[in-house]
């Protein structure tokens, strides 16, 4: 069946710096999206990309949907503590179908 | 807009019994619901597809008769562990799925079976 890895798997880094991740596909995407998900609770919708080469941000979040269609970046500047949890990418089955593979995640700690 | 809640938010059970987890949209119908779990420090796995009046889809690997999808209604589906065991124990999440099919998430139920 189809993977996202997601790189890196976790993160360690200091408020106000800004945080590169990203997402990479054995299958082509036709939409990607991105969540997060706070400890303890369900995940939620940060950037959805419909296009490759797509660039959409939203506030201090930034992502791309690659030209291959195999893979996606997100970018966090000026990162602040609620920023912690744990980033996902997502995208729809390559059946047509709404069902939706989750990559395998990369947690954001910020040290104090 | 857009809310979907799931009861309980936690569960403790005995090993044996079976324990319902229900997953409401509250400010929108929808026709198809989906469950995941998710173990500590893993991703998101789906379980299964709900869909409104239907037979669920499951997943392979996934047993329907130990997992119970019934969605009776366009604002509710629920999921029934039947005998749950400790390897049951999980982080379970529903989403619903909106208008134009982007999917919203539950704050999912914590199950431990003891």
């Known amino acids: 069946g189809q993977q996202l890895n997601q790189s890196p798997q976790s993160m360690f880094i200091q408020e106000g710096e800004d945080v590169s991740m990203n997402c990479t596909s054995s299958?082509?995407?036709?939409?990607w999206l991105w969540y997060k998900q706070d400890p303890g609770e369900g995940p939620v919708l940060l950037i959805a990309?419909?296009?490759?080469?797509e660039l959409t941000s939203n506030g201090r979040l930034t992502a791309q949907f690659g030209i291959t269609r195999k893979d996606s970046f997100l970018n966090i500047s000026a990162s602040i503590p609620s920023d912690v949890g744990i980033y996902f990418c997502a995208g729809p089955s390559n059946f047509g179908n709404e069902k939706l593979t989750f990559g395998t995640g990369t947690r954001l700690t910020i040290i104090p | 807009g857009a809310v979907v809640s799931q009861h309980p938010s936690w569960v403790i059970c005995k090993s044996g019994t079976s324990v319902k987890i229900e997953c409401r949209s509250l400010d929108f119908q929808a026709t198809t619901m989906f469950w995941y779990r998710q173990f500590p420090k893993q991703s998101l796995m789906l379980m299964a597809t709900s869909n409104e009046g239907s037979k669920a889809t499951y997943e392979q690997g996934v047993e329907k008769d130990k997992f119970l999808i019934n969605h009776a209604s366009l604002t509710l589906s629920t999921l029934t562990v039947t005998s749950a065991h400790p390897e049951d124990s999980s982080f379970y999440i529903c989403s619903a799925e909106g208008p134009i099919d982007e999917q919203f998430f539950g704050p999912g139920t914590r199950l431990t079976v003891l």
């Open positions: 299958s082509i995407f036709n939409t």
């Open positions: 990309l419909y296009k490759a080469g």
